[in-house]
């Protein structure tokens, strides 16, 4: 880019040069001759190409910048690097990032062009027209300062944009998933004015962005005008007082423009790439972030002590300032109000987020007690069963092996105390299940996702609301294998309201948000 544009500089001081020179010299009757329109033709063409190519270039290296991003980004969500605004970093690695070739194609080479155009033009001018270059230079500053200034007004506005669309894009997500739970329960109609607001606040955002954009691209191109016509008015009266020839004012009148015309479009392009900028600004952000640390574990899992565990979302701490010890042999019920952490607790306990405060260590007989972080020595010795478990396209055994369980042959104790031997029977293993565990229904996921969880035999157990989907026979079984692990040394913990879980309870601890 750098190279086309000190290529498009030159193309268009040669062309100005030959049309100063063809009308000044026709205007005076002298001879025009066929080098001068040559040289006009081949600066046109040169001009025409090297914008041709320059546009090629662009558009490549923004497809590849955009592409490398994602796939940076995708990389680098994962465990231990789970981000807090999870809604917002998938808006800004779809939609957010669609907006910025516009920025890597359309500001970036301006800005490029500003750097290399504007000085060589206006040197240009000067030596041509020392007073057209002086009026040049004095008033190409009022450009950038104006281009702050809007710059400084439109930034709240695009994070304000970025975020309607992030909180739209989550609700509907949500809602398209539970669809069909709220069209079996009758209440398919209730979410709708939820969505329509969110839509009209993202419409509402987006119309003032948008007229911001075009306000800024207005007073831009006014102020360029009025530049170029101090430059205009000058040559007018020096050439009717003969002060200059015709050959340096029509030269200095023709690259006038120019020379304001990189800083214009810098600003332009800018305002209307300025959601992409944002998106990007969040994208890095997840990438400059510390990558976990693995191990932090120790060879064999003991007692967990958490002390002043908080975690700061969206909407405030959640857990906030949680203490407690889990200890092995005992089962662990965390209890607490909707919304005040228990499942963020969970994925902490895993390893999976790093707490913004306080601190959770694991100790072992004979050793020191270490802090907890993520990594495979720490997870190698953890089962998380989440409340919403994942499950993909494949049969039913490829989902009961997906996390890293052996053969359900070899598990029979894991498959029958959750029922699961049941919805076997049903279709065998070779039963087939769609997207997101489609064909199932929620109890026969959640016999799904514990037996997997069992069979996988690790140290420390985390459980997400266990018992949700399964009648109390069922539960009660399930609790009966949980107290048996415990009491074979297994640290188990379950986030639960069910009194049936709570009862069956050693220690039960409650999680509070600020």
């Not at 923004?62 to 970093?89: I, N, Q």
């Not at 329509?196 to 987006?206: P, Q």
């Not at 430059?231 to 009148?253: C, D, N």
């Not at 800018?270 to 969040?282: D, L, M, P, S």
Request: neutral net charge; contains cysteine.
């Amino acid at each position: 880019m750098v190279g086309c544009g000190a290529a498009e500089t030159a193309a268009i001081v040669v062309l100005a040069y030959s049309v100063a020179t063809a009308l000044s010299r026709m205007v005076t009757g002298a001879a025009v001759g066929t080098g001068v329109l040559v040289a006009a033709a081949v600066a046109v063409a040169a001009r025409v190409l090297t914008v041709l190519v320059r546009a090629r270039i662009e558009r490549r290296a923004a497809d590849r910048v955009v592409s490398e991003l994602r796939s940076a980004a995708l990389a680098a969500v994962g465990p231990g690097r789970l981000p807090t605004d999870r809604e917002e970093l998938r808006t800004a690695l779809t939609r957010g990032l669609d907006d910025l070739p516009p920025y890597l194609t359309g500001y970036v080479p301006a800005l490029a062009l500003s750097v290399i155009a504007t000085p060589a033009l206006v040197i240009a001018m000067f030596v041509a027209d020392p007073v057209s270059g002086a009026i040049a230079a004095g008033t190409l500053p009022l450009l950038p300062v104006f281009m702050i200034l809007i710059g400084l007004l439109t930034r709240e506005r695009t994070r304000r944009r970025l975020a309607a669309m992030a909180q739209l894009s989550a609700r509907l997500l949500d809602l398209v998933a539970g669809l069909p739970t709220l069209r079996a329960l009758g209440r398919e109609r209730g979410p709708e004015k939820t969505v329509r607001d969110l839509g009209e606040r993202n419409a509402a955002e987006t119309m003032g962005a948008l007229r911001i954009a075009f306000l800024s691209s207005m007073a831009l191109e006014l102020l360029a005008t009025l530049c170029v016509a101090l430059v205009a008015v000058s040559i007018g009266l020096r050439l009717v007082f003969g002060e200059m020839t015709l050959f340096a004012g029509v030269f200095a009148l023709i690259l006038a423009p120019e020379v304001y015309q990189p800083l214009r479009a810098v600003g332009a392009k800018f305002h209307a790439a300025e959601q992409g900028v944002e998106a990007t600004a969040r994208v890095f952000a997840l990438l400059d972030a510390p990558a976990p640390v693995a191990g932090g574990g120790t060879a064999a899992p003991g007692t967990i002590t958490a002390r002043g565990v908080t975690v700061t979302g969206r909407d405030g701490a959640a857990p906030s300032g949680f203490d407690g010890t889990f200890v092995p042999g005992r089962v662990t019920v965390l209890t607490g109000a909707n919304g005040a952490g228990k499942s963020t607790l969970l994925t902490v306990l895993a390893g999976l987020v790093r707490p913004d405060a306080g601190r959770v260590t694991v100790g072992a007989a004979g050793q020191a007690d270490a802090p907890l972080a993520g990594g495979p020595d720490w997870w190698s010795h953890v089962a998380w069963c989440p409340q919403h478990p994942y499950l993909e396209p494949g049969t039913l055994e490829h989902n009961f092996t997906l996390l890293g369980a052996p053969a359900p042959a070899t598990v029979p104790e894991a498959v029958a105390a959750t029922g699961l031997d049941e919805v076997v029977a049903e279709a065998g293993w070779r039963r087939e299940v769609g997207v997101g565990g489609a064909g199932l229904s929620a109890g026969q996921r959640q016999r799904l996702a514990l037996a997997r969880t069992l069979a996988l035999g690790r140290a420390v157990l985390l459980f997400d609301e266990p018992t949700a989907h399964l009648d109390a026979d069922l539960a009660a079984r399930v609790l009966a294998v949980l107290r048996a692990r415990a009491d074979a040394g297994a640290v188990v913990v379950i986030a639960a309201h069910d009194p049936q879980v709570l009862a069956a309870a050693d220690t039960i601890l409650e999680v509070r948000r600020a």
